[in-house]
Nanobody, 122 residues
Framework: QVQLVESGGGLVQAGDSLRLSCAAS????????MGWFRQAPGKERESVAA????????KYADCAKGRFTISKDNAKNTVYLQMSSLKPEDTAVYYC???????????????WGQGTQVTVSS
């Protein structure tokens, strides 16, 4: 069982940057691919970014390309999402997830955190 705890969310202004962190409890974290997803009010959850177990391969949804960077520190059992040039439409609850199969598809992830709120004001 992998437990995930997100942190780093908050209220920022458009154009600001923010870094989200997701700490995992499981010592086999290095064997898991990780993903970031988000859900805005009244909308379905959507993919943001994914990173392979080793951290060597990343993939981004269109909403994140060029602005967000996912990274993974296996020594710290933590995955990060660095977000820059934030827009009001980035406002959502951001979730991290862990799985044994890498990719942006949500069904590939078995373990989910509780989420952290990101609010971007205009």
């Amino acid at each position: 069982q992998v437990q995930l705890v997100e942190s780093g969310g908050g209220l920022v202004q458009a154009g600001d940057s923010l870094r989200l962190s997701c700490a995992a409890s499981e010592r086999t974290f290095s064997n898991h691919a990780m993903g970031w997803f988000r859900q805005a009010p009244g909308k379905e959850r959507e993919s943001v970014a994914a990173i392979s177990a080793s951290g060597g391969i990343t993939k981004y949804a269109d909403c994140a390309k060029g602005r967000f960077t996912i990274s993974k520190d296996n020594a710290k059992n933590t995955v990060y999402l660095q977000m820059s040039s934030l827009k009001p439409e980035d406002t959502a609850v951001y979730y991290c997830a862990a799985g044994t199969v890498w990719g942006l598809e949500m069904y590939k992830y078995n373990y989910w955190g509780q989420g952290t709120q990101v609010t971007v004001s205009s």
